[in-house]
């Protein structure tokens, strides 16, 4: 019995370990919705900062090289984030990554006129400021 309880305990823990992988808790969200004439490309870039230093980055826009398609990009290097997008397609999703690890990329088919791109973190924020300006990081 002692041996069965354990291999219980273990497969449990490996099961807990391995589903709370890709979810964020506690999280703070920030959304912008655009309604762009989505006839020539375009990006921007905001920076959201917590008491003066800058915790997540959001580059999103709409681009044309090879298909139409709205992105969202996030990175942080105070939380672990995730990117996120909604368009006429639906919603999407990026990878859950680490603080400081590589983009949180989502990259749909363009459709509609009113997107929603957006991020989560997994840390608390009471209040981020923002600040936005054109970008070219996709090209």
Known sequence: MGKKFLRIIIVFNLFFLFST????????????????????????????????????????GYDTDFVDEDYTWVISTKS??????????????????????SWSKVEVTHKGKYITYSFWLNNSYSSLKATERESSYKD
């Open 80 to 101: 672990r984030y995730q990117a996120a997008l909604s368009n006429d397609n639906g919603n999407e999703t990026g990878p859950v990554r680490s603080v400081g690890g």
């Open 21 to 60: 992988t890709d979810e964020i808790y506690g999280y703070t969200t920030r959304t912008v919705s655009n309604y762009y004439k989505f006839n020539v490309e375009w990006e921007l870039t905001r920076e959201y900062y917590y008491k003066g230093e800058c915790v997540v980055t959001m580059v999103y």
